[in-house]
């Protein structure tokens, strides 16, 4: 049976409680054994985290998902995440999110209807042009499946880079959504410089605000959209970090604005940052620009140096956060009971498309 449900079990008051819940969860994932795989995301909180069998960056889940055979993929993290383990999920697979409400802020600052108002203007005004559209892999079904079906891929932090160079090998230009920010750094890699690439604002109706004779020149197209826990970045923390701490290396997030990366000593995705800290010396100090939970698990795992979030007033991401243990431990004991709730299904025509863009990104060399 397929429902749409709310599994959170009530929150523990007391250590003990919390200690039952843990050992329910356990109990909920052994009786399920093969029958499930649980992914999770970097962002995850420990309590929830500790329950994946693989956890990951954007990029490496997608791969793992795929390569999965279990008939249940439970995946902690958010929609966009586990819309794309549906596209590219067998047909005897069903992909769980505990909390459906689970969304992105950045997947959030684009949609079909208007990207798609957006290329009908855009490739109007420069005929002979051709654009390659890239979305973020944090976006909706819909927009991968529009990028597959116009000759564009998706890409995540970890490939954007080479989802570029593959782009500028199939056309003159580059129109990305919906990360002005990932955007502009990728361009950056490229050579291309932080002030060339045309922003297009979608609250602007003519031509996104952008100058016709300039489209026509442009060789990257940058959505004006931004995530809201790495925008809380900026240049002044990390000159303080660095006059507080000398010696101290700066890694960032590529969600982060420009400025934050230029400042930075290096960026990358979760699994970069993550192996960056395994390889930096016992007693080094780093200040990572990122969501608070893996810093802080970062931290944990590395006693032997000194690491801390750029900004720790900021909440870790919202959304992320919304699969905690009572809702985790809810969902498990469903599915051992037989239930499947919370299965994310994409439907058949855009899954078709979507997937052409996904593969195209999973084939990048
Ligand atoms: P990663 O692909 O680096 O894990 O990033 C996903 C994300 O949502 C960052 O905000
Ligand atoms: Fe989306 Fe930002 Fe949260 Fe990543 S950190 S899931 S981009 S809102």
Same mark, same amino acid.
């Given at each position: 049976?397929?429902?749409?449900?709310?599994?959170?079990?009530?929150?523990?008051?007391?250590?003990?409680?919390?200690?039952?819940?843990?050992?329910?969860? /356990?109990?909920?994932? !052994?009786?399920?054994?093969?029958?499930?795989?649980?992914?999770?995301?970097?962002?995850?909180? $420990? !309590?929830?985290?500790?329950?994946?069998?693989?956890?990951?960056?954007?990029?490496?889940?997608?791969?793992?998902?795929?390569?999965?055979?279990?008939?249940?993929?439970?995946? %902690? #993290?958010?929609?966009?995440?586990?819309?794309?383990?549906?596209?590219?999920?067998?047909?005897?697979?069903?992909?769980?999110? @505990?909390?459906?409400?689970?969304?992105?802020?950045?997947?959030?600052?684009?949609?079909?209807?208007?990207?798609?108002?957006? /290329?009908?203007?855009?490739?109007?005004?420069?005929? +002979?042009?051709?654009?390659?559209?890239?979305?973020?892999? =944090?976006? $909706? &079904?819909? %927009?991968?499946?529009?990028?597959?079906?116009?000759?564009?891929?998706?890409?995540?932090?970890?490939?954007?880079?080479?989802?570029?160079?593959?782009?500028?090998?199939?056309? *003159?230009?580059?129109?990305?959504?919906?990360?002005?920010?990932?955007?502009? =750094?990728? #361009?950056?890699?490229? #050579?291309?410089?932080?002030?060339?690439?045309?922003?297009? $604002?979608?609250?602007?109706?003519?031509?996104?605000?952008? *100058?016709? &004779?300039?489209?026509?020149?442009?060789?990257?197209?940058?959505?004006? +959209?931004?995530?809201?826990?790495?925008?809380?970045?900026? @240049?002044?923390?990390?000159?303080?970090?660095?006059? !507080?701490?000398?010696?101290?290396?700066?890694?960032?997030?590529?969600?982060? @604005?420009?400025?934050?990366?230029?400042? &930075?000593?290096?960026?990358?995705?979760?699994?970069?940052?993550?192996?960056?800290?395994?390889?930096?010396?016992? +007693?080094?100090?780093?200040?990572?620009?990122?969501?608070?939970?893996?810093? =802080?698990?970062?931290?944990?795992?590395?006693?032997?140096?000194?690491?801390?979030?750029?900004?720790?007033?900021?909440?870790?991401?919202?959304?992320?956060?919304?699969?905690? %243990?009572?809702?985790?431990?809810?969902?498990?004991?469903?599915?051992?009971?037989? $239930?499947?709730? =919370?299965?994310?299904?994409? *439907?058949?025509?855009?899954?078709?498309?979507?997937?052409?863009?996904? *593969?195209?990104?999973?084939?990048? &060399?």
């Amino acid at each position: 049976m397929t429902t749409e449900a709310i599994c959170r079990l009530p929150t523990p008051e007391t250590p003990e409680e919390w200690t039952e819940l843990r050992r329910r969860g /356990w109990a909920a994932r !052994e009786a399920l054994g093969d029958r499930a795989v649980i992914l999770g995301h970097h962002y995850q909180k $420990d !309590e929830v985290i500790e329950f994946a069998d693989v956890t990951g960056d954007s990029f490496l889940l997608a791969r793992r998902g795929a390569e999965a055979s279990a008939e249940l993929i439970v995946f %902690l #993290g958010v929609y966009f995440m586990a819309e794309s383990a549906d596209i590219l999920a067998q047909d005897h697979q069903a992909v769980v999110l @505990p909390d459906l409400g689970a969304g992105c802020h950045l997947a959030e600052c684009a949609d079909i209807y208007t990207v798609r108002d957006a /290329w009908t203007q855009m490739t109007e005004a420069v005929p +002979g042009k051709t654009v390659i559209p890239i979305t973020y892999m =944090n976006s $909706d &079904a819909a %927009l991968k499946a529009f990028v597959g079906e116009h000759g564009g891929l998706v890409c995540t932090s970890s490939n954007a880079e080479r989802a570029f160079r593959w782009a500028f090998e199939h056309g *003159d230009a580059v129109f990305f959504f919906p990360d002005e920010h990932l955007g502009r =750094n990728t #361009g950056e890699r490229l #050579g291309i410089p932080p002030d060339e690439p045309l922003v297009w $604002d979608a609250m602007k109706a003519d031509l996104g605000g952008v *100058d016709a &004779a300039a489209l026509a020149d442009a060789r990257s197209i940058l959505w004006k +959209g931004f995530c809201n826990v790495h925008t809380a970045f900026n @240049p002044f923390q990390i000159a303080r970090a660095r006059k !507080e701490h000398p010696g101290i290396r700066v890694i960032v997030h590529p969600e982060c @604005p420009r400025p934050v990366v230029a400042a &930075a000593d290096e960026d990358g995705s979760t699994e970069y940052i993550i192996q960056r800290c395994q390889e930096l010396p016992a +007693g080094a100090t780093i200040a990572i620009g990122t969501d608070w939970n893996l810093v =802080n698990r970062l931290r944990q795992e590395h006693a032997d140096k000194t690491i801390f979030c750029l900004n720790e007033h900021i909440c870790p991401c919202v959304t992320m956060n919304r699969i905690d %243990l009572p809702t985790l431990v809810g969902t498990l004991e469903a599915l051992a009971d037989g $239930d499947v709730p =919370n299965v994310v299904k994409v *439907d058949e025509e855009t899954t078709t498309w979507a997937k052409v863009a996904l *593969d195209r990104m999973l084939a990048l &060399a």
